[in-house]
């Protein structure tokens, strides 16, 4: 069942977007992107495919570079760009990623040409590096600037690396600039380990934002649903922009938690129109009860999410309604059906809860509806059967005689007779249902009998008496 309650849309959105590769250099083309050194020492930057080392007699003097990954472009021994000892490449032809840790050095790789990220977001640079060195002493930086290289600042240090790793980083100081440069700073004084600083597949890429959006989503007149019940619902947004071709507007539902990492499809809507905009929505059968629900509009073309509608909903567990036991009693008695479990019930066959009635001779089902506080319903039965009782009737001469508890669940103890016979238990329709010896304590148990009306009938001395009891 649909509750209503009115939802104010929220003034959100989250843009449309699409990547865009900006820069990118495998350095197989050489060293045209990038101005190599000016600093200090004879560890410098160049650009080659050199891997090799320098052994003596096979002792490995200055280790070999290792081999890069396939996700390299032409490895696994592709150019790239890296520290070099000049001095061991002039001397030994030992080109590689080494370095001289007696010369202090300090020098950079820097692009020659600034890239734009105006109008945009989620800005990243991307890179394959090595850099053993040692923490502190020798270790490599990315650094960017955001004023045509007057100054820098510090985006990762990386040491410790003997192995092809790629990096990633993503700052909002670079997003929406004009001017973003970056450039790879290699210090080391005195001590470290080869590979020095390597660098390969820079790639920088951004997220364009576009001017659509999706704002204003809210259910209408809704304040949550009713566990496994059909509910529809409408759920209104505003658009703007330029949706094109193809595109389609689809609803979506959270978790229980309000989380859309795996949302539920539940509308959608195709449509290029801007304005004020509807999406028939159903909530699936079987959807778990839970108090933190929300929803959002996705859009296809082009690829925009809104923010969700800012309103906790909530899937309301059912009610679990209870009739009562079925009763047995004889014609032109009363009866009280009261159920329970919910906040207010409707009874079929004209009768109220918790209002006594006359049931007509037979078997007669009743069904109760109850309706929980939400709005949520659900039904139980229960059976009442009045008996002609075969003439049976309490004897009115049994006043000194007594029947207690009554009613009762599994015994029932017998007190005032004084020389009892027979005792014996008979339904509504006079059949014999249980037959009893006297006993000393006058207590007898009746817990096989199920629920209902029955006669006590006790024979004392030379007269009969019965008494109605009430097994519940």
């Not at 030994?92 to 977001?121: E, I, K, L, Y």
């Not at 059968?285 to 909903?313: C, E, F, K, Q």
């Not at 309301?316 to 004889?330: L, M, R, W």
Request: net charge negative; hydrophobic share 35%; aromatic share 10%.
């Amino acid at each position: 069942m649909k509750k209503t309650l009115l939802f104010a849309g929220l003034l959100c959105s989250v843009t449309a977007f699409s990547q865009t590769t900006l820069f990118s250099d495998n350095f197989e083309s050489g060293t045209s992107n990038w101005s190599l050194n000016g600093g200090s020492g004879t560890n410098k930057w160049v650009v080659n495919n050199a891997f090799t080392g320098y052994s003596i007699s096979g002792i490995p003097i200055i280790a070999d570079t290792p081999d890069q990954p396939l996700a390299v472009t032409a490895s696994p021994q592709s150019t790239y760009l890296h520290i070099n000892n000049a001095t061991a490449c002039i001397g030994f032809s030992a080109c590689n990623a080494n370095f001289d840790t007696g010369s202090t050095s300090d020098q950079n790789a820097t692009m020659t040409t600034s890239v734009a990220t105006t109008g945009m977001n989620t800005t990243t640079i991307s890179f394959f590096y090595l850099s053993a060195g040692a923490t502190g002493v020798s270790y490599g930086t990315l650094q960017y600037s955001l004023d045509n290289g007057v100054s820098w600042t510090d985006a990762g240090t990386y040491v410790n690396v003997s192995a092809w790793t790629l990096a990633s980083v993503t700052l909002p100081a670079w997003d929406n600039q004009a001017t973003l440069s970056f450039r790879f700073n290699w210090k080391n004084a005195g001590s470290g380990n080869d590979p020095a600083f390597s660098i390969d597949e820079v790639k920088i890429t951004a997220v364009a934002v576009s001017s659509e959006t999706i704002t204003g989503v809210a259910p209408d007149n809704t304040s949550g649903w009713c566990y496994n019940a059909q509910s529809t619902f409408g759920l209104d947004f505003v658009s703007a922009g330029t949706f094109t071709s193809g595109n389609v507007f689809t609803a979506q539902l959270s978790d229980a938690s309000g989380s859309f990492t795996a949302p539920t499809t539940i509308g959608t809507l195709s449509s290029t129109t801007s304005g004020n905009l509807s999406i028939p929505c159903t909530i699936p059968m079987g959807t778990v009860v839970g108090t933190a629900y929300r929803v959002r509009v996705t859009s296809s073309n082009p690829a925009v999410i809104s923010a969700d509608n800012g309103t906790d909903l909530e899937i309301h567990a059912i009610p679990t309604v209870d009739a009562g036991t079925d009763q047995s009693v004889c014609v032109g008695q009363n009866v009280t059906l009261a159920a329970s479990g919910a906040a207010n019930y409707t009874w079929n066959n004209g009768i109220t809860n918790n209002v006594p009635f006359t049931p007509t001779l037979g078997v007669t089902i009743f069904t109760v509806t109850g309706t929980s506080a939400a709005g949520c319903v659900n039904t139980d039965q229960v059976s009442v059967t009045a008996a002609a009782c075969a003439g049976i009737e309490e004897n009115a001469n049994a006043t000194s005689i007594s029947i207690y508890p009554n009613p009762m669940n599994d015994h029932f103890t017998i007190e005032g007779a004084t020389q009892i016979s027979s005792i014996k238990v008979i339904d509504l329709s006079g059949r014999t249902m249980m037959s009893f010896e006297p006993t000393n304590s006058n207590n007898y148990s009746i817990g096989t009998l199920t629920a209902g009306t029955y006669f006590v009938v006790i024979t004392d001395g030379k007269s009969e008496f019965s008494k109605r009891i009430v097994k519940q």
